[in-house]
């Protein structure tokens, strides 16, 4: 699945996203699957999120808010990394679908408009290899 198109953070915040994007912030990507079959999946999403005005306390209260909608682990995510760098919060996911980033982007988005978090494009691309260790 190759990562392709434009990104348009303003139909997510409309809550309308054509099919073939991402919710949640997100991308467009082609519509070309591997096959799924016994042992394989579709190839997960790298997901890095750099927003103005994410301080540490900002992403704690988003992850409070998360946990309390049920959705503090969503279906899907496979690793959620915060990283802080000159007091703001930088964001890495890796998901297994586009399909579970959809349905995580109607709970996520309001959280972060709440908190005045300011939205930008992420990079978004094909998971090529996770090494643990």
Same mark, same amino acid.
């Given at each position: 699945?190759? &990562? %392709?198109?434009?990104?348009? /953070?303003?139909? &997510?915040?409309?809550?309308?996203?054509?099919? @073939?994007?991402?919710?949640?912030?997100?991308?467009?990507? %082609?519509?070309?699957? =591997?096959?799924?079959?016994? @042992?394989?999946? /579709?190839?997960?999403?790298?997901?890095?999120? &750099?927003?103005?005005?994410?301080? =540490?306390?900002?992403? $704690? $209260?988003?992850?409070?808010?998360?946990?309390?909608?049920?959705?503090?682990?969503?279906?899907?995510?496979?690793?959620?990394?915060?990283?802080? %760098?000159?007091?703001? /919060?930088?964001?890495?996911? /890796?998901?297994? %679908?586009?399909?579970?980033?959809?349905?995580?982007? =109607?709970?996520?988005? =309001?959280?972060?408009?709440?908190?005045?978090?300011?939205?930008?494009?992420?990079?978004?691309?094909?998971?090529? $290899? &996770?090494?643990?260790?």
């Amino acid at each position: 699945m190759a &990562v %392709s198109g434009k990104i348009d /953070i303003r139909i &997510v915040l409309r809550g309308m996203v054509r099919k @073939g994007q991402i919710q949640g912030g997100l991308a467009t990507v %082609s519509k070309q699957r =591997p096959a799924r079959g016994k @042992g394989w999946c /579709i190839m997960a999403l790298g997901i890095y999120f &750099v927003h103005e005005g994410f301080t =540490p306390e900002k992403y $704690n $209260n988003a992850i409070k808010q998360l946990d309390s909608a049920g959705a503090g682990a969503p279906k899907g995510r496979t690793l959620h990394v915060a990283l802080e %760098s000159d007091g703001s /919060i930088h964001v890495f996911d /890796i998901w297994e %679908s586009q399909e579970d980033f959809d349905a995580f982007g =109607p709970t996520l988005m =309001p959280i972060l408009a709440e908190l005045g978090v300011g939205l930008k494009e992420p990079m978004v691309a094909q998971v090529h $290899n &996770v090494i643990k260790g």
